[in-house]
């Protein structure tokens, strides 16, 4: 397959805001991709296999090649190159890579040079994101979408998920399991508007921590764990390797936060946290963790069965000092009580859980509900202007831009320059143009990069932004580098917080 094939349908999947007609363009494509569509959906996706292969921004804008006037690159071509770029290293590393990179965009086309140059980046924004190709993948096999999400949701990889589906059909998706050493896709909360909203049924309710979210697998001595991006950050936390090791469990599959306590039990600034998944962390920091989820248990997968179950597996898995503090079906009164302990010693409030629920790996949605008594979106940076006054000198005023589920470009809903302390001003400034996409003689533009947590009174209708909402008295709380901008709250969350809309 030409790699022209796949730019065009980039960029026709960029240019509508149909889902529908996203999806046809897609799978369209894939129905055509034959062996190399694991590679064509990786590049679709924005995500190749090689994952980053050492070229920064910089090197690959200051790339001059003129462009081929036909088109005549292979995806297969492509995919070859971006192996042997990934696999050059040593002395003369930079010169090699270099040179790999100006054959290979020697061979591009203008069009073909912009794609590549943005999915090498990781700045592909072309639409394909994961619930759209999902879609694609289910039409362009002619097979339910339902098994499709279920494959990816284990195995976490859309190319995978692809080509099972398009070789293999609804017999081959059923056959992905959870995997030890593999990571699954997160089950994430949704908000709610207050404690009596969210206490409907059955329900646990547990400490929301101000921490970070990790997945733990242990096979005997082998632990693995992972971020909520799936990163492994295994090497940087050895001190939760070995409490892991040490649990009572033989296998396990858990889900938790860990995050750096005080000596009075209080959380640790969050970035402090953060700081610690790094290559070059401060191991003098301690984290500690708390898990409040058991998918896995001794050769038993728990994906499917309700949370009570999986909650009686976590206390067998962990035992009770290391569960996430809360209550199983308390009473109103009792579940008050758990939010206002949470808050007292300094946690963001509770999750209220439907105990029947079954672990919905990816997916935002009314089974857990999340209750803060402060309204907080994690918004997109889209720009930054420079400030007045005592912030002269410094990037100040932040764009802010909401996720477009259909995989369009951020759509911005708003300004801040409140809650930002004098480190963060200079942080930004210094930050911010790593990412910049343009400038003129007041702003900063940046490519989709940075996610902010924006604390916020409310939304208000307004015609000043695409969107039409913007946000009142938003304030910055913190920076999130645990979160990619697909993670990033949508448009849809934003309007659904007007007034009566909840």
């Known amino acids: 397959m030409l790699l022209a094939d796949v730019v065009a349908t980039s960029a ?194 547990e400490y929301k921590l101000d921490g970070a979210r990790i ?95 999986r909650n009686e597996a976590l206390h067998k898995a962990v035992g009770d000092g290391l569960v996430i503090p809360g209550a199983l079906e308390p009473t109103s009164d009792e579940a008050a009580a758990v939010l206002d302990a949470a808050l007292a010693k300094g946690h963001e409030g509770v999750v209220v859980k439907d105990l029947d629920s079954t672990y919905q790996a990816g997916r935002r949605g009314k089974a857990w509900r999340k209750v803060k008594p402060v309204h907080t979106l994690d918004l997109v940076v889209l720009a930054a202007e420079w400030g007045h006054g005592r912030r002269t000198g410094y990037l100040s005023n932040l764009h802010l831009g909401a996720r477009d589920p259909d995989g369009g470009p951020p759509v911005m809903v708003g300004k801040t320059f409140k809650g930002l302390t004098d480190e963060l001003l200079a942080w930004q400034t210094t930050e911010f143009p790593k990412y910049e996409d343009h400038r003129d003689d007041w702003t900063v533009h940046l490519r989709p990069h940075l996610v902010v947590e924006i604390a916020l009174d409310g939304v208000q209708v307004s015609t000043r932004y695409a969107g039409g909402v913007a946000l009142r008295f938003a304030r910055v709380v913190r920076y999130r580098p645990d979160k990619e901008p697909p993670e990033a709250d949508t448009i849809d969350t934003v309007r659904n917080m007007l007034p009566g809309r909840a």
């Open 12 to 205: 026709a999947v960029s240019a509508t805001r149909s889902r529908l007609a996203k999806v046809e363009a897609l799978s369209g494509l894939l129905r055509r991709a034959g062996d190399q569509v694991r590679t064509v959906v990786g590049f679709l996706a924005g995500a190749p296999r090689q994952g980053r292969i050492g070229t920064g921004w910089r090197t690959l804008v200051d790339l001059d090649e003129a462009p081929a006037a036909e088109p005549g690159l292979t995806v297969e071509r492509v995919d070859r190159a971006f192996d042997e770029i990934a696999a050059t290293s040593g002395k003369g590393s930079a010169q090699r890579r270099g040179d790999l990179l100006r054959d290979l965009f020697g061979r591009a086309t203008a069009a073909e040079q912009r794609f590549l140059l943005h999915l090498l980046a990781g700045e592909l924004r072309q639409g394909a994101l994961e619930g759209v190709m999902l879609d694609a993948i289910a039409a362009a096999a002619a097979v339910g979408k339902e098994p499709v999400r279920r494959a990816f949701m284990l195995s976490g990889r859309l190319p995978d998920t692809a080509e099972a589906a398009l070789h293999g059909g609804e017999p081959v998706l059923a056959e992905f399991g959870l995997e030890l050493g593999r990571p699954i896709r997160p089950m994430l909360a949704s908000p709610a508007e207050s404690l009596a909203e969210a206490l409907t049924g059955r329900v646990a309710v």
């Open 215 to 309: 997945q733990v697998h242990k096979n005997g001595d082998d632990v693995h764990i992972f971020t909520r991006t799936l990163r492994e950050i295994t090497r940087s936390v050895p001190e939760l390797v070995e409490l892991v090791a040490n649990l009572p469990a033989r296998q396990a599959v858990l889900d938790g936060e860990t995050l750096a306590l005080n000596d009075d039990g209080r959380p640790r600034p969050f970035q402090e946290t953060m700081s610690r998944f790094g290559a070059t962390s401060e191991r003098e920091l301690l984290l500690r963790p708390y898990f409040f989820d058991c998918v896995h248990l001794d050769g038993t997968d728990l994906v499917d069965a309700p949370l009570s179950e």
